[in-house]
C-alpha cells in the first residue's frame, strides 16, 4: 500500500497552543513535524485555538464534492505505514504532535469532511515527533522516543460521542496507558508496519546510528520482543518501513556515507542487509532518506532530495526473486519556478485509484504535485509527469506560502488532503474536490486546518 508520508530529521517546529482539551489550560508548546536535517531546520511558533479548532469551520472542506464511503478501505487504512498525519481505520484523519514539556497532543476529526477535536494532551513521554499506526485489531496505536527509550500507548483512537478521545476521565485512561518498550539511547522517529502475519514491526535508530528491532510477538496483542540490533552501516536519518508485494518488510536509511541502507526482513523474521549506491552523478549527494512506495508490482520507488535542491529518483527493476536490482539514481534539477527543492523527503502516496503521487516544496514556498504516469513508454524513473503547482509563491500577491510539508492522506470520501504549515505558522491544508480522472483533479484553495495564528520564525 502506499506511503502517507515520510519524516526527515527531528523536529524542532512548534505551536504554542493557549487551550489544550484534557485539563491542561496553560500555554503548551506543541512540536509539529520536522522533515530537514538540522541545518536545515526552521523554528515556527504559532498560537492555536482551540475555539477554533472547535467551529465547523476550522476544516473547510467543500461538501458538494465531499461523500463518506461506508467501510470502504477500512483494512487497506490500518495496513498503511505508521505517520504522524494518517487516517485511521474509521477515516478520521488524525494528527499528532509532541509539546515542549514532553507529552503528547493528539488533534482529529470529530465529523467526517468537517470539526476537528482541537489538541487533546494525552500524556507520554516524547522528545520526538510520535508516530500513529494501526494493529490487527484496528486499534490506533501511538510511538515515539523518550529518555532514550522506545515509548507506545496502543490504543489511543477511542471516541465517545464523536468527541476526541472523550472526556477527561477517559482521556486519563489513555495517559494510563503509555510504557516502555526498551532502549537505552534511542533517538528520533520510529518507523511501524504490519508484517505479512499482521503484527506490528518497529525499526528505530539511535545515538550513535545504529537500527534496533522489536516486534508484537501475536498480533494486535500487547506483547513485545525484546530489542534487537540490526547490524550494518551506521545512520544519519530516520528509518522508513515498508512491505513489498509479499508483505516482507524492508527498512530504508540514508547512511553516514550518503548511500542507502536497505534491511529486508525474511518471512523467518531474519534481516538480511543490503545498500544503494549514490547517485553516479558526482554533484549530486543524496540528503534525506528517501521516501518509498511499492507500486504494486512489487517493487519499490524511492524520492531523495539531495545536497543542491534537487529531487533524486530510483526504481527497482527486479524484485520477488529473491534478489533485487535498481535503475539508479536519475535527477530532478529543479522546480518549474527554476528554483531549488528544499533538503526535506518528498511525499509519496497514492490517489483513491491507486495511481501514485508525490508532493514536493521549493525553496519559494511552492508546493508541487507530480503524477505516475504508469503507460508511458519509458523507464519507471522516467514516468513521472510534469510538475503542477498546488499552492502559492511569493509574487501571486495569495498567500500563504509553505514552510514544511506535513502529510498527504486519503479522507473518507477518498479524496487526497495535503497538509502543510505556511510563513505565518498556519496548519493548512487543501484537498482534491472529488476524486481524480485520468491522473489528475481539481484542487481546493489551502485553508487553515487547526486555529493557528500569529507566528514567530526564528531563523
Known amino acids: 500500500m502506499a506511503n502517507e508520508i515520510h519524516n526527515t530529521g527531528d523536529g524542532n517546529r512548534f505551536v504554542q497552543a493557549d487551550t489544550v482539551y484534557g485539563?491542561?489550560?496553560d500555554y503548551r508548546q506543541v512540536h509539529t513535524r520536522g522533515r530537514r536535517p538540522s541545518s536545515g531546520k526552521r523554528l515556527a511558533m504559532a498560537w492555536v485555538c482551540t475555539i477554533g479548532l472547535l467551529t465547523s469551520s476550522a476544516v473547510a472542506f467543500d461538501q458538494t464534492a465531499w461523500m463518506f464511503?461506508?467501510?470502504?478501505?477500512?483494512e487497506e487504512r490500518c495496513l498503511l505505514p505508521s505517520a504522524p498525519v494518517r487516517s485511521d481505520k474509521d477515516a478520521y484523519l488524525t494528527n499528532f504532535a509532541r509539546s515542549v514539556s514532553g507529552t503528547v497532543l493528539q488533534n482529529n476529526?470529530?465529523?467526517?469532511?468537517?470539526?476537528?477535536?482541537g489538541w487533546v494532551d494525552i500524556g507520554g513521554r516524547a522528545e520526538a515527533q510520535p508516530v500513529a499506526a494501526c494493529d490487527a485489531r484496528g486499534r490506533t496505536a501511538v510511538l515515539?522516543?523518550?529518555g532514550g527509550a522506545l515509548q507506545i500507548n496502543p490504543d489511543v483512537g477511542a471516541r465517545v460521542k464523536g468527541e476526541s478521545v472523550g472526556p477527561?476521565?477517559?482521556?486519563?485512561?489513555?495517559?494510563d496507558q503509555w510504557r516502555s518498550l526498551g532502549g537505552l539511547s534511542l533517538v528520533g522517529e520510529p518507523t511501524a508496519a504490519r508484517d505479512a502475519?499482521?503484527?506490528l514491526v518497529v525499526v528505530v535508530r539511535d545515538s550513535g546510528g545504529s537500527l534496533w528491532e522489536t516486534h508484537q510477538h501475536l498480533p494486535g496483542m500487547d506483547h513485545w520482543s525484546e530489542l534487537t540490533e540490526l547490524p550494518g552501516d551506521p545512520v544519519r536519518d530516520d528509518p522508513v518501513l515498508r512491505a513489498d508485494g509479499n508483505g516482507d518488510l524492508h527498512s530504508f536509511a540514508l547512511t553516514a556515507h550518503r548511500t542507502v541502507r536497505v534491511d529486508a526482513r525474511t518471512d523467518g523474521g531474519r534481516w538480511r542487509p543490503d545498500r544503494i549506491p549514490p547517485p553516479a552523478d558526482d554533484g549530486a549527494v543524496l540528503?534525506?532518506?528517501?521516501?518509498?512506495?511499492?507500486?504494486?508490482?512489487?517493487?519499490?520507488?524511492?524520492l531523495s532530495a539531495t545536497d543542491r535542491g534537487a529531487i533524486a529518483v530510483n526504481s527497482e527493476t527486479r524484485c520477488n526473486s529473491g534478489s533485487t536490482a535498481w535503475q539508479g539514481w536519475g535527477i530532478w534539477d529543479r522546480s518549474p519556478r527554476q528554483e531549488p527543492f528544499v533538503a526535506e523527503s518528498p511525499i509519496m502516496t497514492k490517489d483513491a485509484n491507486g495511481t501514485r503521487v508525490a508532493y514536493v516544496l521549493d525553496e519559494a514556498g511552492s508546493v508541487y504535485e507530480t503524477v505516475y504516469l504508469a503507460s508511458k513508454n519509458s523507464s519507471p524513473n522516467e514516468r513521472w509527469g510534469s510538475w503542477i503547482t498546488r499552492s502559492n509563491?511569493?509574487?501571486?500577491?495569495?498567500?500563504?506560502?509553505?514552510?514544511?510539508?506535513l502529510g498527504a492522506t486519503l479522507d473518507a470520501g477518498g479524496q487526497l488532503v495535503v497538509h502543510a504549515v505556511d510563513w505565518d505558522g498556519r496548519v493548512m491544508h487543501t484537498h482534491q474536490k472529488g476524486r481524480p480522472e485520468n491522473g489528475s483533479a481539481r484542487w481546493s484553495s489551502w485553508t487553515q486546518t487547526s486555529g493557528a495564528t500569529g507566528l514567530l520564525q526564528v531563523p
Do not use: M, W
Request: net charge negative.
Open 287 to 302: 540528503a534525506t532518506t528517501p521516501s518509498v512506495i511499492e507500486g504494486g508490482d512489487g517493487c519499490f520507488q524511492l
Open 144 to 146: 515515539t522516543t523518550g
Open 23 to 25: 485539563g491542561i489550560n
Open 393 to 405: 509563491a511569493p509574487g501571486d500577491g495569495n498567500p500563504p506560502y509553505v514552510t514544511d510539508l
Open 168 to 175: 477527561p476521565d477517559r482521556v486519563q485512561g489513555v495517559r
Open 109 to 117: 476529526q470529530t465529523q467526517y469532511g468537517s470539526d476537528r477535536s
Open 69 to 74: 464511503l461506508p467501510g470502504a478501505g477500512a
Open 197 to 199: 502475519e499482521g503484527r
